[in-house]
């Protein structure tokens, strides 16, 4: 029997047909948590197959509407890392993200949810975690964070500003990405760009957008920000 390791060094190390869980506005990366509140019973079984196998999932986001919407070409896969029931039947499960993978092709199969053939190849470097300080080398820290104040300003919006300004890199780049109140095709792009630099100036460019739609003033306050 194959030993699932709870470390992902590579490709090798993730099974090549996962089930996808498509849900609009729900994106993740790899070591980004997510909390899932599972109550349809295809995703209980789901959950529930998981749990027995290599506790993989995709996360994709529907590119479509109706009943069986076509996918989005990129998900993130995740690891069922913590699991619970409730007395009204509902499992409330946390992910942890390992590796976005291109979706080979859908497989037609008896389960109520859906399965599809991941290419993780294209998204090598996300096994990878940088070195302590690599990320906060390249980034303009302060730039940065003066564009994020105009445009929680523009959402009307409140954060925990100590996290936010002791946060790492990648999780403050990815938490934006995951929590802001972005359209779904905006944080498809978030999710696709090829690295963390790219998703920082996209994302720099979504909060200056809606900066200037709300009409504020930067005051003389930088911008912008980017991960050189």
Not at 16 to 33: C, E, H, K, Q, W
Not at 50 to 73: F, N, V, W
Request: hydrophobic share 50%.
């Amino acid at each position: 029997m194959h030993v699932w390791p709870v470390l992902y060094k590579s490709a090798d190390d993730l099974p090549a047909i996962i089930p996808v869980f498509p849900l609009s506005g729900a994106v993740f990366f790899p070591r980004a948590n997510l909390p899932l509140n599972i109550f349809e019973p295809r995703y209980l079984a789901m959950v529930d197959d998981a749990m027995r196998t290599q506790r993989i999932i995709g996360m994709i986001q529907p590119a479509g509407e109706g009943a069986r919407p076509p996918l989005h070409a990129v998900g993130c896969a995740g690891r069922i890392t913590q699991y619970g029931e409730t007395d009204d039947g509902r499992m409330v499960i946390s992910m942890r993200g390992i590796c976005r993978f291109r979706v080979g092709e859908e497989l037609t199969v008896m389960t109520p949810y859906r399965q599809v053939r991941a290419d993780y190849a294209p998204f090598a470097e996300d096994f990878r975690e940088a070195e302590p300080g690599e990320q906060e080398a390249a980034f303009d820290r302060r730039a940065y964070l003066a564009t994020l104040r105009l445009y929680l300003k523009a959402i009307a919006v409140q954060i925990d500003w100590d996290w936010v300004e002791k946060a790492p890199v990648e999780v403050l780049i990815n938490a934006f990405a995951m929590l802001a109140p972005l359209a779904p095709a905006e944080k498809q792009a978030l999710l696709e760009a090829a690295d963390l630099k790219t998703r920082t100036a996209a994302a720099v460019t979504l909060m200056d957008v809606a900066i200037a739609e709300a009409g504020i003033a930067a005051g003389g306050a930088p911008g912008g920000s980017s991960i050189n």
